[in-house]
Every structure is written in structure tokens, then in C-alpha cells.
């Protein structure tokens, strides 16, 4: 019996330092967390893989959630499902992580998948790294020679894509702990709920005191370039002003269209994407609103 | 199992790795590449793990692996190393059907079953943690198993008899009996 399957060694390491001089030593590693997207990448040939270093037994170092001197700091090896049973998404101020869980591919796939790795994908679609940048997260990398801390908004270069360098490896990710009255809500839209991939998602952060919006952070899939940014103008325009049906709709007409250029494809064509794009912000911000007041 | 070329039969070096299926000791030898697929389905012959897509879509490959459902196509076999892995072989004694297979055979959900390896201990998966699902909560847990025969209203049904059968205390049944 022939199996077509690619063939690579797995470089198994035994600690973090043991990974990081692994990986300053041999330019041919390519660091693997669950596996969930390198692994089909690999076998549908558009990764060329010699040797991959298996991140998994570092787990015991790195999957964690901790929550002190207010500040959230998630293990780069925490898996999706791990994420989801935490006492942090029941937190009303990140119901926007629960909104993740729900619509995250699937069950199984959810206990591979990893936070860090769902970063380090650097694909459009990619839920969590859409809400680390509206919950303004930070990316740790940890090489041989140090650590750096880089913001999210600033990770992505492009498609698959980061400011990671070959000898580094995304150890955590961090951010602050938002204010009292405020909460984060995430839409994705598909025709289907099991290994949903998104026509447009959409992510929100935003604080409200006396219903003027204090601070507001919006972050889609894509406004032009292959991975998930932030609205800047969009967000100057709300910031300060009173939450109304009517601000919201000037937003939405007037500033987010010429931000946002979306493309066409087999999946959706851009006028229907940007029209998506209004509709879910203004799902989103409806959302945060009322579970700020106390709704679900 | 593939056909490797001459020169590079040292570059792939043989991995022994140990693994507890269904409650027995296995030690095998795998490549790097392999996965616990390979390894569960050509090398220990428990071909109750079944390759659909090899990409984590279908979820016709599933195997609870400590406990927790995984995709067996995406997990490297020397990642399993040391594991305990539950495969549909694993689930009832010899001769003895699992709440949850009645309950399938009880809805008339089987048509032609090739998912139903994944499906059943994707629902072993969803009982173990929560003996009484709603209609949403069993969608959720199984929205991961693709079923091209489209039995999946009857799962839900099935879901909720197996969850019924085994809060009566009724684990397993014989197989004679096992169509009405």
C-alpha cells in the first residue's frame, strides 16, 4: 500500500531553552503548536517542511491563564478549548472571547489549536488574534538572546506573515484588563456554525460612561491587506460622542467605506463583504451596549 | 508503509513510542512524519479510526486521546507518545454493544456509517462531560462530524436515548439483541 504523505523529521525538544537553541542553531525548524493549520499546509504542499519542531512538550511551561497586577497573560500553548473553559470568558467584559468558543471550527480541532498559535498563523481569519488587537494584546517572542514585546497591531506583515524572526518563538500573549464599564462582542458570519471560516468577522471593544463612548477599538478580518487590522478612523470618528442609533449610522455610511477595501473571491464578492462589514459592526456595538447595561 | 526511497531510509530515523489503546500496552516503532492515524489504522489494525479527509474537516478520524477528542490526522504519532487513546474498538466488551451504538441502531440513524466511528465517540466525548444535553449543546459538540448520508437529525434523537440509556444505568447491551 503507497500513502502519498510528506515526509519531514520532528525535532522533539525537552525545555524551552532546549527549543530556543534548537532553533538558533538550524535554520531548517519550523516551530509547530497544535498542528491544526501547519500540518494540512504540509501535506497539501504549500509549506515545505525539512524539520519541525514539535512545541507541544513545552506545554508544561507554557499553558497558562493568569490574571494579576491587572494584567491577562494567556501561554502561547494554551489550547482554544482550554481558553474556553476558563473563568476568564465568563468575565462580562470579555463576552467577546465567549462569542470566539462558540463559532471557533470545532469541538475536536478546538482541543489541538492553540492561542499562540492561532496568532502565529497570521491568517485573515484568525478569531483570536482579531481579539487580542481590539483588547489591545501584546505578542511575547522568546529567543536565545533575550525577549521583546511586540503590540499586536504592529505583528502582521502579511499573509502567513509576522515580525517573528526565524530564531524566535511566541511564548505569550498578553493584555491590560479593561475597565469596569466596558465589554467586547465578535461576529462571525457564515452560512454555517461547524468549521465556520467567516465571509466577515468582526471584533469590538468599547467603554461607555453615561453613554458617551469613552474608548472604542474595532478590528476586522481584513480592510485591505491580508490579515486582521484595526478601523483607526473609524474609531477617532466615534470616540467621545454620544452612543446613538444615528452616530452609529454617519459611521457606517460616511467613515468606515472609505477605510475599508475588500476584495472579491469565490466566497463573497467586496460590495457584499463591505455591506456585511456595516451590518455586523453595527450588530457589534448593539451588543457591547447592552451588556454593558447588564443584557447578555 | 510509503515508498521511500533507498537514500533516504536513514534520513527518517524509527521512533519507538509507547501507547495505551483501549486499555492495552503497545510499543511500536513510527516514522517522524507518521501520524496516530497511520499508526492506530496500518500498524495496530484498529481500523475503526477512518481516514475522511486527512485535514481535520470531517471529523471521521476522531479517537479520544486522554480523554479528550482528537483529530488523528492532525496529531504526530510521536506526539501520542505515552498517551492513552480510545478508539470505537475500545468502547464495549467483546459481543457487547455501548449505550450510545444502541441508541444509533435504536434511531435507524446508520446508513452507511462510514462517519460513525467519529460520530460515536464524538457523543462519548459530549456525555462524559455532560450526561444531559440540549438540542444546541449536542449541534455544538457535533458540528464537527461531517455526515454526507445526512443523518444528522437522527443523532440528535440518538444523543438524547444514549443519554437516557445511561442514566437508567444501562451501559452496554448484548449485540443479539441489538435491532428491535
Not at chain 1, 491590560?176 to 466577515?200: C, L, Q
Request: aromatic share 8%; net charge positive; proline share 4%.
Amino acid at each position: 500500500m503507497v500513502i502519498c504523505i510528506p515526509r519531514f523529521n520532528v525535532y522533539i525538544p525537552k525545555d524551552v531553552s532546549d527549543a530556543l537553541n534548537a532553533l538558533s542553531q538550524r535554520k531548517d525548524l519550523i516551530p509547530m503548536g497544535g498542528g491544526s493549520d501547519l500540518l494540512v499546509l504540509i501535506r497539501s504542499g504549500i509549506v515545505k517542511a525539512d524539520t519541525v519542531l514539535d512545541l507541544w512538550p513545552l506545554r508544561k511551561e507554557l499553558a497558562y491563564i493568569k490574571r494579576e497586577n491587572g494584567t491577562v497573560r494567556i501561554g502561547a500553548l494554551t489550547t482554544v478549548s482550554e481558553l474556553c473553559e476558563s473563568d476568564l470568558i465568563k468575565d462580562v467584559r470579555y463576552a467577546g472571547l465567549a462569542d470566539v468558543c462558540k463559532k471557533f471550527s470545532t469541538p475536536f480541532i478546538r482541543n489541538i489549536a492553540t492561542v499562540g498559535g492561532n496568532v502565529g498563523a497570521a491568517h485573515p481569519l484568525s478569531d483570536i488574534a482579531l481579539m487580542l488587537l481590539v483588547l489591545n494584546g501584546k505578542v511575547k517572542l522568546l529567543s536565545k538572546n533575550g525577549e521583546r514585546e511586540v503590540n499586536i497591531a504592529k505583528f502582521f506583515k502579511g499573509k502567513r506573515r509576522t515580525v517573528r524572526n526565524h530564531d524566535e518563538i511566541i511564548a505569550e500573549v498578553s493584555f491590560t484588563e479593561t475597565p469596569p464599564n466596558s465589554s467586547t462582542a465578535f461576529i462571525k458570519f457564515d452560512r454555517r456554525w461547524g468549521h465556520a471560516m467567516g465571509y466577515v468577522l468582526v471584533g469590538a471593544y468599547m467603554q461607555l460612561r453615561d453613554n458617551i463612548i469613552k474608548d472604542v477599538r474595532i478590528a476586522f478580518d481584513s480592510t485591505g491587506n491580508p490579515y486582521p487590522e484595526r478601523v483607526w478612523t473609524t474609531e477617532e470618528f466615534l470616540k467621545g460622542k454620544e452612543f446613538s442609533d444615528e452616530l452609529i449610522k454617519q459611521a457606517l455610511n460616511n467613515v468606515l467605506p472609505k477605510e475599508m477595501k475588500r476584495i472579491t473571491d469565490y466566497r463573497a464578492s467586496a460590495e457584499y463583504r463591505l455591506d456585511l462589514s456595516k451590518v455586523l459592526l453595527r450588530r457589534a456595538l448593539l451588543k457591547i451596549k447592552s451588556r454593558i447595561e447588564g443584557g447578555g | 508503509m510509503s515508498v521511500i526511497p533507498r537514500e533516504e531510509w536513514d534520513k527518517y530515523p524509527d521512533i519507538e513510542i509507547t501507547l495505551n489503546v483501549n486499555g492495552k500496552d503497545y510499543k511500536v516503532k513510527v516514522k517522524p512524519y507518521e501520524r496516530l492515524l497511520d499508526v492506530l489504522r496500518y500498524k495496530l489494525g484498529f481500523t475503526g479510526v477512518k481516514e475522511g479527509c486527512g485535514r481535520g474537516e470531517c471529523g471521521a478520524c476522531v479517537v479520544l486521546m486522554d480523554g479528550k477528542l482528537v483529530p488523528s490526522c492532525l496529531v504526530l504519532a510521536v506526539r501520542a507518545n505515552g498517551s492513552k487513546v480510545l478508539t470505537v474498538e475500545g468502547l464495549a466488551p467483546e459481543g457487547k454493544l455501548h449505550a450510545i451504538q444502541k441508541a444509533l441502531l435504536d434511531t435507524y440513524a446508520v446508513q452507511c456509517g462510514f462517519c460513525f466511528p467519529g460520530v460515536i465517540l464524538a457523543i462519548k466525548a459530549l456525555l462524559d462531560r455532560n450526561p444531559n444535553p440540549t438540542d444546541e449543546e449536542i449541534k455544538d459538540a457535533l458540528s464537527g462530524q461531517l455526515c454526507r448520508c445526512g443523518s444528522y437529525l437522527r443523532f440528535i434523537k440518538a444523543v438524547k436515548l444514549a443519554a437516557q440509556y445511561i442514566r437508567e444505568g444501562k451501559e452496554y447491551f448484548d449485540e443479539s439483541g441489538a435491532r428491535g
